[in-house]
């Protein structure tokens, strides 16, 4: 007789914590604290097992449930062993679009994010960790009756690794689930913390203050006051601290990154330097003409505690989350036309593709697309990246 299909149930639970050993042994150990919503009875296929195997399609540029579906089932029998699923008795689409739809995406991520950051920490130097917090739209969830979900994330700097996720539902706003997001990081102690201009907030500063993180934030005309403090301070008469030039995507842009302590006149708490970062542009094709752009930002970190050239780096390294995670999710995963929307679905189908482009970073992969094709030409290779021997 069959076994009973696997029923879905709510489940709440504390973020697993992600160790060493498990972080050495590969994703699937990872996931083990990940809990299960369906009932025991009927269950075929593990939790673990099947997350996995999603992960490895989308590694290989997979996009939907059906798309993981077929990639497990056309996948060779060893490959197929290898992941710990019996070659006659493959996961069937329903059965990984119920799962999936039912699964926690803030609970995923976590366990994900440990197991990314641990891989990162051996190969990266050791350095004083930045985070960019942003938020994204999932555009394709939208329905006529329902506004579409929006996502807000926290994002390694340096290896381009998704460490937290939150949902921002249509009855608040990303300000009220900063906090809820930075709680899901175990330690913020001497990290530095950007964000853009909408969390520029005072009950922010507090937070990061007891929690003993620093921040860069940018200030624009959402808080009129501060801005105008901030843009009437005497900048003419202050030097470059910082100067860079890059070319390419068919453009110049020359950056500069003046400095100034404000100890007094800027009413915004800790407050103890300004930053004005100035970017000039040109169309390599239109050689004469030029775009200005002037931002505006703020910081706690002193001048003893960082040097011009590494203020000027975490500010342009905040948009890392727009550049090398939802840029590729958009334009490599085609996710804003993905129609996902029932259940957590459509956040848990962002965690995947999240935790296939950071086990790709952290890989040292710099072209997302061109991996996918490399990693759909041999079913072992997503298995190899994910720690599955």
């Known amino acids: 007789m069959p076994a009973l299909p696997s029923s879905l149930i709510s489940s709440v639970s504390d973020a697993p914590a992600v160790t060493v050993h498990e972080a050495a042994a590969g994703l699937p ?13 009927g269950v075929r ?32 029998a060893a490959t197929i062993v290898a992941l710990g699923i019996a070659p006659d008795r493959r996961p069937s689409e329903a059965m990984i679009r ?53 996502v807000l994330a926290a994002c390694d700097q340096v290896t381009g690794v998704v460490l937290a996720s939150t949902d921002v539902d249509g009855k608040t706003n990303e300000i009220t689930r900063f906090a809820p997001l930075l709680d899901q990081i175990s330690d913020l102690r001497d990290t530095v913390i950007t964000a853009d201009a909408f969390h520029c907030q005072r009950e922010h500063v507090a937070y ?8 860069i934030l940018t200030v624009k005309a959402n808080q009129p006051s501060l801005h105008a403090q901030l843009a009437g301070l005497p900048w ?11 070319r390419g995507h068919g453009r110049r842009e020359i950056r500069t990154c003046k400095i100034l302590t404000v100890s007094t006149g800027i009413d915004f708490p800790q407050a103890a330097q300004a930053l004005q970062i100035r970017r000039r542009r040109r169309r390599l094709d239109q050689p ?19 040097r011009p050239a590494q203020l000027a780096s975490w500010v342009r390294g905040h948009w890392s989350i727009e550049n090398k995670v939802h840029w590729v999710r ?8 993905s129609q996902i929307r029932t259940g957590t679905g459509a956040q848990v189908m962002a965690a995947l593709r999240n935790a296939a482009i950071g086990a790709l970073r952290t890989a040292g992969v710099t072209n ?22």
């Open 29 to 41: 150990a990872a996931l083990t604290g990940l809990p299960d919503p369906r009932a025991r009875r």
């Open 45 to 76: 296929h593990r939790l673990t097992v099947v997350v996995t195997a999603a992960v490895c399609a989308v590694v290989a540029g997979y996009r939907s449930y059906t798309a993981i579906a077929e990639w497990i089932a056309d996948v060779p």
């Open 98 to 150: 119920r799962l999936l739809q039912a699964l926690d995406p803030d609970l995923l991520t976590a366990a994900v994010s440990g197991w990314l950051s641990t891989r990162a920490m051996a190969t990266s130097p050791a350095q004083r960790r930045a985070i960019a917090v942003d938020g994204k739209t999932l555009r394709g969830s939208r329905t006529c009756d329902v506004a579409a979900q929006h």
């Open 208 to 215: 990061l203050a007891e929690h003993g993180a620093h921040w």
């Open 236 to 246: 003419r008469a202050v030097p470059d601290a910082a100067r860079d030039i890059d």
């Open 288 to 306: 004469k003409r030029f775009t200005t752009e002037t931002v505006y930002a703020i910081t706690d970190l002193r001048v003893h505690q960082a």
């Open 330 to 337: 958009d334009v490599t995963y085609d996710e804003d036309r």
């Open 368 to 389: 997302i697309a061109a991996a996918n094709r490399h990693h759909a030409r041999d079913s072992t290779r997503p298995l190899a990246l994910l720690g599955i021997t």
